[in-house]
């Protein structure tokens, strides 16, 4: 079982919202972002035969909220764990189309800390979600960060 008992961090910013900011989504940002990232995908890459789709236009690709997720800054929860932090992974819900012409509202909120013992030892979780609202409040994206902390082991 996993709990953050015990954990010191400022546990008042728990599930509190943080904006990040409010994007324009242009045509050429998803174009540009399926050429740099090597995307084939008609539907993400290829004007003429995404207006044939069922979206009838080109759509972002999921990873393309990276680009608003990496935009702004998080508060420091004040975690006194470990000697060593890195960011442990990342899960992408896509529940809408992002569309050329979207204005993006990104929000962040901290929304679990927690302890897991492993093959290293105790490492601390902390977990991010970053939600993706259109202009219409339509949520259509949802992306959840860890990042962790531990001891390394190294003598101070």
């Known amino acids: 079982m996993t709990t953050d008992a015990g954990i010191d961090y400022d546990r008042s910013i728990l599930g509190k919202e943080f904006p990040i900011g409010t994007f324009e ?34 759509i972002a ?21 470990g000697d060593t932090g890195f960011f442990a992974g990342q899960a992408i819900e896509i529940v809408a189309p992002i569309r050329p012409g979207d204005t993006v509202e990104v929000t962040s909120r901290l929304k679990q800390v927690y302890s897991k013992t492993g093959r290293s030892g105790k ?28 001891n390394s082991g190294r003598a101070s």
């Open 61 to 81: 690709l999921p990873t393309f909220c990276n680009l608003f997720v990496n935009g702004g800054e998080k508060p420091d929860i004040k975690l006194e764990y």
């Open 123 to 150: 490492m601390v979780f902390a977990v991010w979600e970053t939600r993706f609202d259109n202009q219409d409040g339509e949520t259509v994206a949802r992306v959840d960060e860890s990042y962790v902390r531990r």
């Open 25 to 58: 989504v242009s045509r050429e940002m998803i174009l540009e972002f399926s050429q740099a990232t090597g995307e084939t995908n008609p539907i993400y890459s290829d004007e003429a035969r995404a207006a044939e789709s069922e979206y009838g236009d080109i």
